[in-house]
């Protein structure tokens, strides 16, 4: 059973960065499509950022274009979501989540639906 644990939330100061992992155990991440999703408090889960299993193809909400950016290593079993010229409305709880969806689906769409296992979540937020 594929597990996943988000890292490397936490506190920082508008225009301030974080790099987010994504480990997963229990399977190997390579044949799985991967998205970053983040639901604030009253809000709806926003999908932010999918990538596809083999890296080839990205996929990101205008919310966040030009300011994260979405990688993996299957080496490590890991992706990641680097973060920049973050912003107060930033904050939220992230969750990654990965899901079978063949190259040949296109870039993996940024719908929770689409994904079948998901991370508990880890605290973003952005404050002076």
């Known amino acids: 059973q594929l597990q996943l644990e988000e890292s490397g939330g936490g506190l920082v100061q508008p225009g301030g960065s974080l790099r987010l992992s994504c480990a997963a155990s229990g399977a190997t991440l390579d044949s799985f499509a991967i998205g970053w999703f983040r639901q604030a408090p009253g809000k709806e889960r926003e999908g932010l950022s999918s990538i596809s299993a083999n890296s080839e193809l990205t996929n990101y909400a205008d919310s966040v274009k030009g300011r994260f950016t979405i990688s993996r290593d299957n080496a490590k079993n890991t992706v990641y979501l680097q973060m920049n010229s973050l912003k107060p409305e930033d904050t939220a709880v992230y969750y990654c989540?990965?899901?079978?969806?063949?190259?040949?689906?296109?870039?993996?769409?940024?719908?929770?639906?689409?994904?079948?296992?998901w991370g508990q979540g880890t605290q973003v937020t952005v404050s002076s």
């Open positions: 989540a990965a899901g079978f969806y063949p190259t040949g689906w296109g870039t993996p769409r940024l719908q929770p639906r689409t994904y079948d296992y």
